[in-house]
T-cell receptor, first 114, second 113 residues
Framework: DADVTQTPRNRITKTGKRIMLECSQT?????MYWYRQDPGLGLRLIYYSFDVKDINKGEISDGYSVSRQAQAKFSLSLESAIPNQTALYFCATSDPRQFTDTQYFGPGTRLTVL | GQNIDQPTEMTATEGAIVQINCTYQ??????LFWYQQHAGEAPTFLSYNVLDGLEEKGRFSSFLSRSKGYSYLLLKELQMKDSASYLCAVRDWPYTGGFKTIFGAGTRLFVKA
């Protein structure tokens, strides 16, 4: 069973539509992250949350919002999707009690905005 | 600025050894990670270095030199399933305020028979 799950796995939508990507984890980690990956670029951080009451912007948060509904759930919303938000989106979790605080990634959501 | 450089693509032969280099320039340093990512899949953790030297884990080894801003990932006894992208990432938090792990664009490794 996957420790970090993302829904949907694939989504095609139109410009201007509101989209929500969901992430759930059973790892018991406090820290959760949303990244996007574009061809030829490294993963870029959109938002991160160190616990349920903590939300922080990453390097590319414009056009996105998030909600941390519980320790296990972290959702990413695109209020009005635009074509340059077409990308592969990954959720990740980490546990600061581990020495390395390694990030563990979900399977990804491939989003296409037409 | 903050930057991570790694080769875009490499090709190697099954059974051989390959070294994937990574150089970085960051505001601070709090650990370097290597991830493996098969096409269309999630990155999976391979190794972590925070002190200079070599960390060995089975067929995979990772080396770090903080003074040179340099790391490499060494893959031995290459197998076809090692064909994937390898991502180098540096965590520079908490030295620069907000949390940040900077990812390189990845090195796509092709293993041929």
């Amino acid at each position: 069973d996957a420790d970090v799950t993302q829904t949907p796995r694939n989504r095609i939508t139109k410009t201007g539509k509101r989209i929500m990507l969901e992430c759930s984890q059973t790892k018991g980690h406090d820290r959760m992250y949303w990244y996007r990956q574009d061809p030829g670029l490294g993963l870029r951080l959109i938002y991160y949350s160190f616990d349920v009451k903590d939300i922080n912007k990453g390097e590319i948060s414009d056009g996105y919002s998030v909600s941390r509904q519980a320790q296990a759930k972290f959702s990413l919303s695109l209020e009005s999707a635009i074509p340059n938000q077409t990308a592969l989106y990954f959720c990740a979790t980490s546990d600061p009690r581990q020495f390395t605080d390694t990030q563990y990634f979900g399977p990804g959501t491939r989003l296409t905005v037409l | 600025g903050q930057n991570i450089d790694q080769p875009t693509e490499m090709t190697a032969t099954e059974g051989a050894i390959v070294q994937i280099n990574c150089t970085y320039q960051t505001s601070g340093f709090n650990g370097l990670f290597w991830y493996q990512q098969h096409a269309g899949e999630a990155p999976t953790f391979l190794s972590y270095n925070v002190l200079d030297g070599l960390e060995e884990k089975g067929r995979f080894s990772s080396f770090l030199s903080r003074s040179k801003g340099y790391s490499y990932l060494l893959l031995k006894e290459l197998q076809m399933k090692d064909s994937a992208s390898y991502l180098c990432a540096v965590r520079d938090w908490p030295y620069t305020g907000g949390f940040k792990t900077i990812f390189g664009a990845g090195t796509r490794l092709f293993v041929k028979a």
